[in-house]
């Protein structure tokens, strides 16, 4: 049985659904009016229950009044003539005046971008991320590496730390000459031991809700060291692009501005975070990483990656786009009936694969096979995967509470989920059998947790 949600959780719920339904609209790409799209006798898909959705007020910054100009000081007016003394008096001798100290330059500024940045132990990836640097903000760079490819900056954090990060990354402001190369630099860790043989591999980036702070967090998880970390607030609905460069995500206004709330992407390495499109939601690649596809409301919409170009597929509900095909699996109800479905963006083709009114989340397997999904087909929400042509349903869990967001990873051989089987919800990982299933990391979810999504790259 499903826990029931605190009065607290479901004010938070109800104000996010509210938050979410408001500001996932996908607007036209061009400067035009919104096109508005009405669909005559056509059922909708039905989502299995509400929406989550999040929006805490921005906050509003205090203005700092201007401290006042000091007014100049006019100048002591000057004798017109000095008087005549009788007799010149003697004029002992001064001492030598002390010669005056030139002022040191100001050091170089280092000046992080947009997006933050990882500030690490040493100069190189292979140092542990030891805090963050916060968008925007200015840190004095006190040394650098030999290739002045990285600088050691000060200080970081409420612990004021000295940290490096990656020279390309920041924009420094200052003459960087004087900077000495740092005449002692930490041995890097050793290596982590890897895996065992058959261990899943790579990070998986998916977000928590904080509910405590009352906000959404975004966070990845490294399956070869075992460790998290926190990455980004008010950022959801991770999809990798398939060659693993970047990844798109659903901003919300807690991370952006109310007029570029929607479809952003940014690098995998977290850098060149930027919109790509107003609203939408639940975004996924096409397989050359050209175009993307999303849903507004319970229709779906494809778009260039720029943003351009936007155009509505029809109506349907968690698109996810094959790796190796143009077929796009979501959720439909299409006279009356509904399933999953697959759907050509450019012909329209369109074919049934399941029957279940409650299937929802398609995700593809790497190869472009099979399909996961879930569904309430034997009770409560479980995880199943079935072939791209409808054969071969197999049920992959048997909980008595709920599974759901199935997510590949990049070798096909797992499937990652989140579930609340332990009464609080955490992320699981399982064969694509749906056997040796592990937990992995603790991460709670609303209570309305249908439209969110990982993400996993190698």
């Given at each position: 049985?499903?826990?029931?949600?605190?009065?607290?959780?479901?004010?938070?719920?109800?104000?996010?659904?509210?938050?979410?339904l408001?500001?996932?609209?996908?607007?036209p790409?061009?400067?035009?009016?919104?096109p508005?799209?009405?669909?005559?006798?056509?059922?909708?898909?039905?989502?299995?229950?509400?929406?989550?959705?999040?929006?805490?007020?921005?906050?509003?910054?205090?203005?700092?009044?201007?401290?006042?100009?000091p007014?100049?000081?006019?100048?002591?007016?000057?004798?017109?003539?000095?008087?005549?003394?009788?007799?010149?008096?003697?004029?002992?001798?001064?001492?030598?005046p002390?010669?005056?100290?030139t002022?040191?330059?100001?050091?170089?500024?280092?000046?992080?971008?947009?997006?933050?940045?990882?500030?690490?132990?040493?100069?190189?990836t292979?140092?542990?991320?030891i805090?963050?640097?916060?968008?925007?903000?200015?840190?004095a760079?006190?040394?650098?590496?030999?290739?002045?490819?990285?600088?050691?900056?000060?200080?970081?954090?409420?612990?004021?730390?000295?940290g490096?990060?990656?020279?390309?990354?920041?924009?420094v402001?200052?003459?960087?000459s004087?900077?000495?190369?740092?005449?002692e630099?930490?041995?890097?860790?050793?290596a982590?031991?890897?895996?065992?043989?058959?261990?899943?591999?790579?990070?998986?980036?998916y977000?928590?809700?904080?509910m405590?702070?009352?906000?959404w967090?975004?966070?990845?998880?490294?399956?070869?060291?075992?460790?998290?970390?926190?990455?980004?607030?008010w950022?959801?609905?991770?999809e990798?692009?398939?060659d693993?460069?970047?990844?798109?995500?659903?901003?919300?206004?807690?991370?952006v501005?109310?007029d570029?709330?929607?479809?952003?992407?940014?690098?995998?390495?977290?850098?060149?975070?930027?919109?790509?499109?107003?609203?939408?939601?639940?975004?996924?690649?096409?397989?050359?990483?050209?175009?993307?596809?999303?849903?507004?409301?319970?229709?779906?919409?494809?778009?260039?990656?720029?943003?351009?170009?936007?155009?509505?597929?029809?109506?349907?509900?968690?698109?996810?786009?094959?790796?190796?095909?143009?077929?796009?699996?979501?959720?439909?109800?299409?006279?009356?009936?509904?399933?999953?479905?697959l759907?050509?963006?450019?012909?329209g083709?369109?074919?049934?694969?399941?029957?279940g009114?409650?299937?929802?989340?398609?995700?593809?397997?790497?190869?472009?096979q099979?399909?996961?999904?879930?569904s309430?087909?034997?009770g409560?929400?479980?995880?199943?995967?079935?072939?791209?042509?409808?054969?071969?349903?197999?049920?992959?869990?048997?909980?008595?509470?709920?599974?759901?967001?199935?997510?590949?990873?990049?070798?096909?051989?797992?499937?990652?989920?989140?579930?609340?089987?332990?009464?609080?919800?955490?992320?699981?990982?399982?064969?694509?059998?749906?056997?040796?299933?592990?937990k992995?990391?603790?991460?709670?979810?609303?209570?309305?947790?249908?439209?969110?999504?990982?993400?996993?790259?190698?």
């Open positions: 049985m499903s826990r029931s949600p605190s009065p607290a959780l479901c004010l938070l719920c109800l104000f996010l659904l509210a938050t979410l408001a500001a996932c609209q996908l607007p790409a061009t400067p035009s009016p919104e508005v799209v009405q669909v005559a006798d056509t059922p909708t898909a039905v989502p299995p229950t509400d929406t989550p959705t999040a929006e805490p007020p921005a906050p509003t910054p205090t203005p700092v009044p201007p401290t006042d100009t007014t100049p000081i006019p100048p002591t007016d000057t004798p017109t003539s000095i008087p005549p003394t009788d007799t010149p008096t003697a004029v002992p001798p001064t001492d030598t002390e010669p005056t100290a002022p040191e330059p100001a050091a170089p500024q280092a000046v992080i971008g947009d997006s933050g940045l990882n500030v690490r132990g040493g100069p190189g292979n140092y542990p991320v805090a963050t640097a916060p968008p925007g903000g200015s840190f760079i006190v040394v650098k590496n030999g290739d002045a490819s990285w600088w050691q900056i000060c200080c970081v954090g409420p612990d004021d730390k000295e490096w990060v990656f020279a390309s990354l920041v924009t402001e200052g003459a960087t004087g900077i000495e190369v740092a005449k630099i930490p041995e890097p860790p050793a982590p031991a890897p895996p065992p043989a058959g261990a899943p591999r790579g990070v998986l980036v977000s928590v809700a904080n405590d702070a009352e906000k967090e975004l966070w990845e998880h490294n399956f070869d060291s075992g460790q998290s970390k926190f990455l980004f607030d950022r959801t609905e991770v990798f692009s398939p693993y460069r970047q990844f798109a995500y659903f901003a919300w206004p807690g991370d501005s109310n570029q709330v929607g479809i952003w992407a940014m690098n995998a390495d977290y850098s060149d975070a930027h919109l790509i499109i107003r609203g939408g939601a639940y975004p996924s690649w096409s397989p050359d990483g050209g175009r993307l596809v999303a849903n507004s409301g319970a229709d779906m919409y494809v778009f260039n990656a720029d943003g351009s170009g936007l155009r509505r597929v029809g109506p349907g509900e968690y698109p996810a786009w094959s790796r190796t095909s143009n077929w796009i699996a979501h959720r439909a109800c299409v006279g009356g009936g509904c399933g999953i479905y759907t050509d963006p450019d012909s083709a369109q074919q049934r694969l399941t029957t009114g409650s299937d929802g989340q398609p995700a593809w397997s790497p190869d472009g099979q399909i996961a999904y879930i309430q087909d034997d409560n929400f479980e995880i199943y995967r079935v072939n791209a042509d409808g054969t071969k349903k197999v049920r992959l869990t048997d909980s008595p509470t709920s599974d759901g967001l199935p997510i590949w990873s990049p070798d096909g051989q797992w499937i990652a989920f989140r579930s609340d089987r332990d009464g609080t919800w955490a992320i699981y990982v399982m064969r694509s059998d749906g056997s040796d299933v592990r992995v990391v603790d991460a709670p979810v609303l209570p309305l947790w249908f439209f969110e999504k990982m993400g996993w790259r190698p």
